[in-house]
């Protein structure tokens, strides 16, 4: 079982920044993908952004220009650098790995969130 370790979660106001980050609490491991998702109360989780092995990130149009994620694949620990936040970005954000196994079906892990309040 893979245990990822969001932080960096806080309360800023619009237009601030934060940097959020996701690290395995053990061992690092390879994945297929990695990435942010998000949830507002009321609201379906959603794609933020998420960045593959090769380092290729992928980033829902919201988020696009203002959002930036990047990794050190090697510890398999992942950050998100949100700038230029709203209130609409307001959420729990919630770390992601897509892990191959030798079944040929992918181990999905989910951390447990970290908390991001833009206020305005």
């Known amino acids: 079982q893979v245990q990822l370790v969001e932080s960096g979660g806080a309360s800023v106001q619009a237009g601030g920044s934060l940097r959020l980050s996701c690290a395995p609490s053990?061992?690092?491991?390879?994945?297929?993908?990695m990435g942010w998702y998000r949830q507002a109360p009321g609201k379906q989780r959603e794609l933020v952004a998420t960045i593959s092995s090769t380092g290729r990130p992928n980033y829902a149009n919201s988020v696009k220009g203002r959002f930036t994620i990047s990794g050190d694949m090697a510890a398999s620990t992942i950050y998100l650098q949100m700038n230029s936040l709203s209130p609409e970005d307001s959420a729990t954000y919630y770390c992601?790995?897509?892990?191959?196994?030798?079944?040929?079906?992918?181990?999905?892990?989910w951390g447990q969130g970290t908390q991001v309040t833009v206020s305005s």
């Open positions: 053990g061992m690092s491991f390879s994945f297929n993908v």
């Open positions: 992601y790995a897509n892990i191959p196994t030798t079944t040929g079906r992918p181990l999905i892990s």
